[in-house]
């Protein structure tokens, strides 16, 4: 009973979407397990470029079923924006992508509340990407959530509103001093969903384990990063929801002892979108290092076009990331980037208030004391489009091998360029 599942290793946009649409022909469903709009998934081929939110990376290999399961939270407005984008491209959607009638909604006025949060958190704020994410998984755990079945009965769906929106305006009015939101238009303007999003829906749990029990192959696609996961990621600055494995069995209602495979994405530097602590970032360093990797590795969010923070490869963290996801295998992407430096650095160990450790605190103010000490490599020239390890330059191959010796972790794939044809199977 095979299951993949697909997770980006550091803080989110290692290159998940161009992994998955390469491992989509081989697969039956490509499955998304959490998160919502916030993730921001590119895919490349030819000379076409195209960035999923919500709908997994499968969407493009017409042989593949995709699945939002009930581990993400859903913005209808979103996910319909997506769908007719996708249909415009030339793709069949419909019979193709289901969502499941227990994944949670996303409304205006989760949004509107995390708008006034972050406001009001000031200096404290996360750096959200906005999509209302936050508020939503707190309406779902807090058990005044709407789901996408609710959608679909006008009567439920309006009682449902009522009560939310009421609730969220007291909210936004009384603690935050914002906006309130308008009940009755917002309750027209959803009402009118059930008909759109009524021929995707399905009780996708069932669909998983029947197409599972039939032989069939599910990738599971992780959204955000390890690091950002609201148990093991550098908490408060986190998403609130579970990127790391264990959100595949919950977020999609598949056994953990269907996986067989769990792939981590691992870009061949560091970056981070948002606030919160970073070891290895280079931030106005002398040399201007971490410009030029978000200048040359156009490190920029998919979702929000807000500059990346970069910095250099952190095997202290990653190490950690393997712990908790158990990866049997690493795709590594972006080593192009890493192309014409002198040297590149590599992080083993913290220094933490004097003392050396190689374990990766998870406190917040023991990680913002946190400096990398580094091994240092030799640079390598251009690498693009290289087709096997043998191809690489021998100083590629000794970073390449050095941090998968480290993880204990065999290399499987390694990425060259932004395109399906730039990437070697190892
Ligand atoms: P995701 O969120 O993990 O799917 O990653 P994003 O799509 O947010 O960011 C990855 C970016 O890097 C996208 O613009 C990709 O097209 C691009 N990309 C992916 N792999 C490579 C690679 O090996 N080299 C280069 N130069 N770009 C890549
Ligand atoms: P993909 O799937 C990078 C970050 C935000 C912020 C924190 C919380 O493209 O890798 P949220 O809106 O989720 O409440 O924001 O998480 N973040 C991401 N960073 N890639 C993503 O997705 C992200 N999704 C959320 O920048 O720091
Ligand atoms: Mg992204």
Redesign the pocket.
Known sequence: MPVTIVI?SQW?????????DLLAPEMDIVARYQGGAN??????WDDK?F??HLIP?GIFHEGTTCVIGNGVVIDPVALMKEINTIKELGFEVEGRLFISHNAHLIMPYHKAVEQARERYRDAGAIGTTGRGIGPAYVDKFARTGIRVVDLLDRDVLRRKLKDAIDEKNAILRGVYDAETLDVDQMIEEYVAFDQEIDPFVKNTTEYLNAALKDGQRVLAEG???SLLDVDFGTYPFVTSSHPTAGGCCTGLGVPPTAVDRVIG?V??YSTRVGNGPFPTELDGDPEGIGQKLRD????Y???TGRPRRCGWLDLVALRYTTAVNGFTDLAI?????LAGLDELKVCTRYRIDGKETDRFPNDLATLERAEPVYETFHGFGDV?GADSLDALPATARDYLRFASDFLDVPIAM??????RS??MMV
Do not use: F, R, Y
């Open positions: 980006g989110g946009d290692e290159g998940k979407g161009k992994v998955v993730a921001g998934h590119t895919i490349a470029k960035v999923l990376s959204a955000q990063g994405i870009k061949a040359v590795g156009h490190e969010g998919a979702t992407t972006k080593l192009d980037v693009t390694v990425s060259t360029g932004p395109k730039e990437t």
